[in-house]
């Protein structure tokens, strides 16, 4: 079995904290006063077999999508934002893999270890891991989405003059 550490704390604030030796009080959250938690260190796991799949899977595959629900029935809004930009530049449903996250919960908690990002969706292009929702909006955005995908041999649709 593959081990990878997961450090679960409140955005990483208490263990940023800790590292740079800084002692968190507490912060305010919703208008309330609540106590940072200390990082807690949690050894996480994933299968030999499960990494092999999801090794298989986006390998050999050109684009790769980890989300919530189908790209044509998205279940929660950053799944539906990633279907929005690929289809902008021309990645239609049916040109992608993807997997349903909410249909196996096994798939749910394992892409997170794979790729050692805590949230779904998750876009894997030519094989490597692009990232989620934010940073395909950011490189579609700064452009960098219309080269990823021409590693692929995509090309992209979209031009900045049609928006």
Same mark, same amino acid.
Not at 44 to 61: F, P, Q, Y
Not at 132 to 154: P, R
């Given at each position: 079995?593959?081990?990878?550490?997961?450090?679960?704390?409140? $955005?990483? %604030?208490?263990?940023?904290?800790?590292?740079?030796?800084?002692?968190?009080?507490?912060?305010?959250?919703?208008?309330?006063?609540?106590?940072?938690?200390?990082? +807690?260190?949690?050894?996480?796991?994933?299968?030999?077999?499960?990494?092999?799949?999801?090794?298989?899977?986006?390998?050999?595959?050109?684009?790769?999508?980890? %989300?919530?629900?189908?790209?044509?029935?998205?279940? $929660?809004?950053?799944?539906?934002?990633? $279907?929005?930009?690929?289809? %902008? #530049?021309?990645?239609? !449903?049916?040109?992608?893999?993807?997997?349903?996250?909410?249909?196996?919960?096994?798939?749910?908690?394992?892409?997170?270890?794979?790729?050692?990002? !805590?949230?779904?969706?998750?876009?894997?292009?030519?094989?490597?891991?692009?990232?989620?929702?934010?940073? +395909?909006?950011?490189? #579609?955005?700064?452009?960098?989405? +219309?080269?990823?995908?021409?590693?692929?041999? #995509?090309?992209?649709?979209?031009?900045?003059?049609?928006?």
């Amino acid at each position: 079995k593959l081990r990878v550490l997961v450090v679960n704390s409140c $955005c990483g %604030m208490a263990l940023r904290a800790a590292l740079a030796g800084v002692r968190l009080a507490g912060r305010v959250t919703a208008g309330r006063s609540v106590a940072a938690a200390p990082a +807690v260190a949690q050894p996480r796991w994933i299968s030999d077999s499960a990494k092999e799949k999801l090794d298989g899977l986006v390998s050999k595959n050109d684009i790769v999508v980890f %989300m919530k629900g189908s790209p044509d029935a998205p279940q $929660c809004g950053f799944s539906r934002t990633v $279907c929005v930009v690929l289809d %902008m #530049h021309g990645v239609k !449903p049916g040109t992608y893999e993807y997997r349903d996250v909410l249909k196996d919960a096994n798939l749910r908690s394992d892409i997170k270890e794979y790729s050692e990002w !805590p949230t779904v969706p998750q876009v894997y292009i030519n094989g490597e891991f692009l990232g989620g929702c934010d940073i +395909v909006v950011d490189m #579609h955005n700064s452009g960098e989405l +219309v080269d990823a995908l021409k590693t692929v041999g #995509h090309e992209s649709t979209w031009s900045a003059e049609a928006e």
